[in-house]
């Protein structure tokens, strides 16, 4: 995940989604040598404040990040299915997270 100052056009901070809970790296898949499910983002989101990065991974998962130090906050599967797309709520209290699964998670 990347960072980008769009007036200067340069990449300001980046993070590999290729963790786990721990913050330990995980291998490619083997036979297709790419990232795993579990590390593969489908859809991202921007708190209001912009102080917070809620994505939503292939395998179901919601990952939040802190955006001044890009530290993972949170991490929690949440769908059966891949994560469609998630939404913060104008005031950023709240986290909607929409999965293939036909479910709507509220956080």
């Avoid at 993070?15 to 913050?23: A, F, H, K, Q, V």
């Avoid at 929690?76 to 469609?84: A, F, R």
């Avoid at 104008?90 to 999965?99: E, F, I, R, S, T």
Wanted: overall charge positive.
């Amino acid at each position: 995940m990347k960072i980008w100052d769009t007036a200067s056009h340069k990449q300001i901070k980046s993070i590999s989604l290729n963790i786990d809970r721990t913050g330990k790296t995980l291998p490619h898949d083997p036979a297709w040598k790419d990232l795993l499910p579990p590390v593969q983002g489908r859809a991202i989101d921007v708190s209001p404040k912009g102080d917070l990065i809620a994505v939503g991974m292939r395998d179901g998962t919601l990952r939040v990040f802190q955006t001044s130090t890009m530290k993972m906050l949170h991490m929690q599967k949440c769908g059966v299915e891949w994560i469609e797309d998630l939404k913060f709520s104008p005031d950023g209290k709240h986290l909607a997270v929409g999965a293939h699964d036909n479910k709507l998670y509220v956080y």
